[in-house]
């Protein structure tokens, strides 16, 4: 049995056995944790920062979560909203008037946070290097027409949610998104989560390891649909070494490029689940968190090639919210019974070679110990 180090609550020892199991097989290193009505119940992390395996995964080790990462964005934005700063329902453009170009004048701010606003490329990008010019890439997106109707479907946003979201938030603000997500979010809370992180965080980051078989240049890439055809790549793909490097970690990329474990990630996203608040401090009214629920579009999705469920900044998934990362990290919330759970590993697993269940394995652990 791998050895799994922090603490679980009585009646939650089948999440420490589901990490357990899955340190014995597929991972490396990892970290699981379940917060219910604001209150840690469990917090465990085992296994290796390496692909070695010669340095130990630690409490205070963060990796790159990648997709999970559009959680925290999307929470910034509610939070705006339900100060009043924001209006979901308000056009992008009352706040970014340039943005009203090439026919978008009707792109309502709930539609780029559902991933509805009809602008899930970025356009005329050919390098991951540009990602990281925050003007380019924002003026870019003022330049291009949406592909379809806003509103009438969905396609995944995976590189243009943070953009769109982060100007957003930039012109009410006068803050990056990883400044006000610092600052707001987790400062308050005492989380250690970062989009864009600082060179003294180098030392705590567990590279993400490429998925078996496969090398460094493994790059992200939206999944067959269910013909077996791809949506065509027409921006940079972004690779595993990417990901891993000083500029990637450096930039403000808020749809993916966040770094945590799983007690930051459960920590930060409990708030929703917890009507607002976790240990004591408050970010957002009861009902500010009701739009992370709240299903805005149903339907097939353009980009992933199947049926989704939309809410104004999250996957639906019954009655748990949330959404994962490229490789397998993980958050799923449930309103009803004030639970979060997040699992962060270092070890990626293709799925178009590979089922990966890990996550939702951490999932229903938990539910077990809830039962």
């Given amino acids: 049995m791998t050895d799994v180090k922090g603490f679980c609550r009585p009646g939650f020892d089948a999440v420490r056995a589901a990490l357990a199991a899955l340190l014995g097989n597929d991972d490396v290193g990892a970290s699981a944790a379940v917060y219910i009505g604001g209150e840690q119940v469990v917090d ?29 964005t999307a929470l910034c934005a509610l939070i705006l909203a339900d100060r009043g700063e924001l209006d979901l329902s308000a056009p992008v453009a009352a706040y970014w008037p340039e943005f009203a170009a090439a026919g978008k004048e009707n792109v309502l701010v709930r539609h780029v946070l559902s991933h509805t606003a009809g602008l899930p490329d970025l356009s005329g990008l050919t390098v991951v290097e540009e990602l990281y010019d925050w003007e380019s890439v924002t003026a870019g997106l003022t330049a291009q027409a949406p592909e379809w109707e806003p509103g009438t479907a969905a396609g995944y946003h995976a590189l243009t949610f943070g953009f769109l979201v982060g100007e957003i938030v930039r012109r009410v603000t006068g803050r990056s998104l990883g400044e006000f997500f610092a600052e707001e979010v987790a400062g308050p809370l005492g989380a250690d989560f970062h989009i864009g992180l600082a060179t003294e965080h180098d030392h705590r980051v567990a590279p993400l390891i490429p998925p078996p078989s496969l090398t460094d240049e493994y790059a992200a890439g939206a999944p067959p649909g269910p013909d077996g055809t791809r949506r065509e790549n027409t921006g940079a793909a972004i690779r595993v070494k990417d990901t891993n490097s000083t500029a990637w970690r450096r930039a403000q990329i808020p749809a993916v490029n966040g770094f945590g474990n799983a007690r930051s990630v459960a920590l930060v996203q409990s708030v929703l689940a917890n009507q607002g608040s976790v240990g004591g401090m408050r970010l957002l009214s009861p009902q500010g968190c009701e739009p992370a629920w709240q299903e805005v579009f149903r339907g097939n999705d353009r980009v992933l090639g199947t049926p989704m469920s939309w809410t104004v900044g999250f996957g639906k998934f019954g009655n748990t919210f949330g959404w994962g990362g490229w ?3 993980l958050v799923v919330s449930d309103p009803g019974s004030r639970m979060t759970v997040a699992y962060v590993m270092n ?19 938990a539910y077990s110990g809830l039962h």
């Fill in 327 to 329: 490789g397998g990290s």
């Fill in 347 to 365: 070890q990626m697993i293709d799925r178009d070679r590979q089922e990966d269940n890990r996550g939702m394995e951490i999932v229903m652990a």
């Fill in 44 to 72: 465990i992390w085992g296994g290796y920062a390496d692909a070695d395996r010669s340095v130990g995964w630690e409490r205070d080790t963060l990796t790159g979560v990648n997709s999970t990462t559009k959680n925290m």
